[in-house]
């Protein structure tokens, strides 16, 4: 007999039990703590916290526990739960020139102004199994720092305040009086603003980004990029307070800055020159905030008259297909019933069959008749 | 970093070279087609390694695959012995091939390299390994790998000219800074890979054999030692390498690549030598600005 | 008869198969130098499929694309190899398309257009080639000052001229057209159909127009050949075919024009 998958209420409930079984696995395994996740998975905890647009380790945390480790999945969790929240300001732009750098490189000299920090990376390790972490035996205690490479408070100018003076260099945003788009409260438009295609790349899915920054190296939509310049540390977060009128921190977060040079000759009307892209993310996210520089700068032809070929010079492609959250829902929704469509589909189907028979028959008869 | 990990003391328990003999002996064939065929680009069956492709894995496979016990191993980046990623290619071969390394370019047998040829001429007894992010020199004017195979099989590279073209009649000059495309041997169209067009007078007739790896893209290509190579031009708009108004700081070189470098915050700056090894011989034989 | 001129083009028996449709059934003509032969017929009747395979596009499935050269043997388009006969057709032949685009770069200048099919032919002074292309933006009624504006800032009519003279800047033995006033105004039709006329007796080329339109097939051509359902159905110099038509067909397309 052929049921139909109906009623399943039931069936939810227990599918629901099971993947709860699942996500505990082997109860004689320990169980996992939130905290273990955020202090020991922190990039996986990064990447939820940029494409779930809020900042909060714990609870991003949370959310891959949640979710078994499926990143999107958590990362919708977070998102459904930022919905619930009330916004009550907005903090004054963060000065990323005073972050207590962990972490900054430039590639375009030798050797900079401040000094390059290597600071954690994976860049030179070489790809190999470490079967020591195996054995739980670990660097129990972290690996101790020499005292002289303990972190600094490093004040550092950005680029800016080399590469600029060449003059060679497109000047960034002057001035930070205009409105701020905010596409979490109102829909994108196209053609899109700046501010909201960066808010959008933040928010896009890591892979999307990085694909489509890799094809524009692979020369769909070439656009020459440098890394001038990309930091990760710790900044202060600070906010007015009209009623008291005064300007308060209201804790840290760690981010990453990525600020990208491209050599663009552009119209005739204007300087050949280096325009910039940039990226800006939460952790420390570099793959990502490499992307969003790149896809920024190549998203940006339309200012320098470039044309508009490939799609990572795409903004309504880029934009609209950048979203994990949305994509993941629309394709598995292809796992929802459609047996309606696809009935109205088939009758379709059946009827243009009928003719193509028909018109072959007749075709095959008239070849015969010829010969 | 190797020390750090399991590897220790299980060196033996990996190839010599860390690939496989068999992936070596493929790889060996490559190039040997590779030579035969100069500036021809011969696909070859990329393997993962323990460095991150686009960080130089096809020059890794090519040395890895050619490289001996008596073997001495130069590694630079940007011309230079100390840069990051030079410094763990280097320390690399040094523990999967137990090789002995060296910064000077005379010394070396195998010198493998990222963006600079040597300011030194190499000379018969030596490779040059280049790592290749991109071996097609059309694909910045063709993303299609079917077309631009059909445009080499056909030597048709008229579309290569139109940008030259199209250069000079929009900015009076050729805009291409490095990676400046060559015709080998009066064939095939290849790319320096992206070495600053300075250094593309020195492939020209080189004593040394000079093998290109590209990991990512998965080809390797060649230039046979005193093989013709030319950088493409026009008859009335010749190739012509950069040139600076001032010599090294350090050695006082006026024939050799120059770096700037930032002295401070100021926009100050300073020129010396890309290539350290050159900067350095220099200076120990006397010279100095 | 042996010192008699060879035709630049003989096709013998060629015939193309489509989905076990015949798209071209036993096509035989010949093509002397300076003369025009125009191909008319509605679409569907194998007129651009047998274009493709006169281009070196489309290998027919049986026949001959016969080729006489200066300077060469005779030799049979689709028997060379592949890499002879990709190196032979841009010395030889040229295709104007029905859409400018098709055949224009249009990212490149207007002089990089031009030039390059003769530096894929091997010509290596940027001072000569430029010249050239000024001469021949001259030739197809362009101002030569736009030789350096991309073809995108151009009108329909001057992206079509800009087509011509990429095409004849080699000087072709042979030159294709597909509907080449398709798609223009009727004024701008009439301003090229003359420049066209001009440059073939003027550079005395052998030209095949594939054209749906009697008008173009009359102005242009010396000959014509009237194409249905994949054969050729009727022959002969333009104006007997188009005054004294004898197929039924034929006499259908005539009178459905003069009618308009």
């Known amino acids: 007999m052929i049921t139909s998958i109906k009623g399943g209420e039931k069936a939810i409930d227990a599918s629901h039990q099971l993947l709860s079984k699942r996500r505990r696995g082997d109860p004689n395994v320990a169980q996992l703590s939130v905290e273990q996740i955020r202090e020991q998975l922190s990039l996986a905890v990064d990447r939820v916290m940029n494409e779930g647009s809020l900042y909060d380790p714990t609870l991003a945390a949370l959310a891959i526990k949640q979710a078994e480790g499926d990143l999107i999945e958590a990362i919708y969790l977070l998102r459904a739960y930022r919905s619930t929240i009330p916004r009550f300001g907005f903090t004054l732009p963060l000065d990323t020139a005073s972050m207590i750098v962990r972490r900054r490189i430039s590639t375009t000299h030798k050797d900079v102004p401040g000094g390059q920090f290597l600071g954690p990376t994976y860049d030179y390790t070489h790809r190999l199994i470490d079967f020591a972490l195996l054995d739980g035996c670990d660097d129990e205690d972290g690996l101790p720092l020499p005292d002289s490479d303990q972190v600094e408070d490093l004040h550092l100018h950005h680029d800016a305040g080399f590469i600029s003076r060449t003059g060679l260099v497109e000047e960034e945003l002057p001035d930070d009086s205009q409105e701020v788009a905010d596409i979490t409260r109102s829909p994108l438009t196209f053609p899109s603003t700046r501010d909201q295609r960066l808010q959008n790349l933040v928010r896009g899915d890591e892979g999307f980004l990085m694909a489509l920054c890799y094809s524009t190296m692979r020369g769909y939509g070439r656009n020459h990029p440098y890394v001038a310049e990309m930091r990760h540390g710790d900044v202060s977060v600070v906010m007015e307070i009209p009623e008291i009128d005064l300007e308060a921190g209201i804790g840290t977060v760690q981010i990453t800055e990525c600020r990208t040079i491209h050599l663009t000759v552009g119209k005739s009307e204007t300087p050949p020159r280096y325009t910039r892209g940039y990226g800006l993310l939460f952790g420390h996210s570099e793959r990502k905030a490499l992307s969003v520089a790149v896809v920024d700068r190549a998203l940006r032809g339309a200012e320098f008259g470039e044309e508009r070929r490939y799609p990572a010079q795409d903004e309504e492609f880029v934009l609209s297909h950048s979203d994990s959250v949305a994509a993941s829902g629309l394709v598995q929704h292809l796992k929802l019933p459609h047996y309606v469509d696809f009935q109205a589909e088939q009758q379709l189907l059946r009827r243009l069959r009928e003719d193509y028979d028909k018109r072959a028959s007749e075709a095959l008869a008239k070849e015969n008749d010829d010969a | ?289 | 008869m042996s010192d008699v001129v060879k035709p630049v083009l003989q096709v013998n028996g060629l015939t193309k198969v489509f989905d076990r449709r015949l798209a071209c059934q036993d096509i035989s003509f010949t093509l002397h130098r300076g003369e025009v032969l125009g191909i008319v017929g509605e679409s569907g009747s194998g007129k651009s499929t047998l274009l493709k395979c006169l281009a070196g596009l489309m290998p027919p499935d049986a026949g001959n694309i016969t080729l006489s050269l200066p300077d060469r043997e005779e030799c049979d388009l689709w028997r060379l190899e592949e890499a002879e006969r990709e190196r032979l057709l841009p010395t030889i032949l040229a295709i104007i398309h029905q859409n400018a685009r098709d055949g224009l770069r249009l990212d490149v200048s207007a002089g990089g257009n031009i030039s390059e099919p003769l530096m894929t032919n091997g010509h290596r002074h940027y001072g000569t080639l430029r010249s050239v292309a000024m001469e021949w933006l001259k030739n197809v009624e362009i101002d030569p000052a736009r030789v350096d504006d991309l073809p995108q800032t151009f009108s329909g009519g001057m992206q079509q001229r800009l087509q011509i003279a990429r095409g004849l800047v080699t000087h072709p033995q042979l030159v294709l057209m597909d509907e080449p006033t398709g798609g223009l105004d009727v004024s701008v039709q009439a301003k090229l159909l003359d420049l066209l006329r001009r440059l073939v007796r003027e550079f005395n080329l052998a030209v095949v127009i594939v054209t749906h339109d009697l008008g173009v097939a009359r102005l242009l051509s010396d000959r014509l050949m009237v194409m249905q359902s994949g054969r050729v159905i009727e022959t002969g110099l333009s104006d007997r075919v188009l005054e004294d038509p004898r197929q039924p067909y034929t006499q259908l397309l005539v009178s459905s024009v003069l009618q308009v």
């Open chain 2, 1 to 289: 970093m190797l020390d750090d990990l399991a590897l220790n003391g299980e060196a033996e328990e990996y190839s010599y070279g860390f690939l496989d003999e068999q992936t070596k002996r493929m790889i060996r064939r490559a190039i040997l087609k590779a030579v035969s065929i100069p500036g021809y680009q011969v696909p070859f069956g990329d393997r993962e390694i323990p460095l991150p492709p686009g960080w130089g894995t096809g020059g890794i496979q090519v040395t890895a695959s050619i490289i001996g016990k008596t073997d001495c191993l130069k590694v630079i980046d940007q011309g230079a012995d100390d840069t990051t990623n030079a410094v763990s290619i280097r320390r690399f071969f040094a523990r999967v091939a137990r090789v002995n390394t060296t910064e000077s370019t005379g010394e070396a047998t195998i010198v493998q390299s990222r963006h600079r040829i040597p300011e030194r001429p190499l000379q018969d007894d030596q490779i040059l390994v280049m790592q290749v992010p991109q071996p097609e020199p059309l694909r910045r004017l063709v993303t299609s790998e079917v077309e631009t195979r059909k445009l080499h099989a056909f030597a048709r590279y008229g579309l290569m000219q139109v940008r030259l073209y199209e250069d000079i009649a929009r900015y009076g000059n050729i805009v291409m800074s490095h990676d400046y495309p060559v015709r080998v041997h009066d064939r095939y169209l290849a790319s320096p890979s992206p070495v600053p067009k300075f250094d593309n007078p020195k492939l020209h007739r080189s004593r040394a054999l000079t093998i290109f790896g590209a990991g990512r893209e998965r080809r390797i290509y060649a230039i046979p030692p005193f093989t013709d190579v030319r950088s493409i031009d026009f008859d009335d708009h010749p190739f012509e390498r950069q040139k600076w108004q001032s010599c090294c700081a350090r050695c006082g070189a006026e024939d050799s690549y120059l770096d700037e470098m930032l002295l401070d915050d100021a926009g100050n700056t300073q020129f010396v030598c890309s290539d350290t090894s050159y900067c350095n011989d220099r200076l120990s034989e006397g010279a100095s600005r």
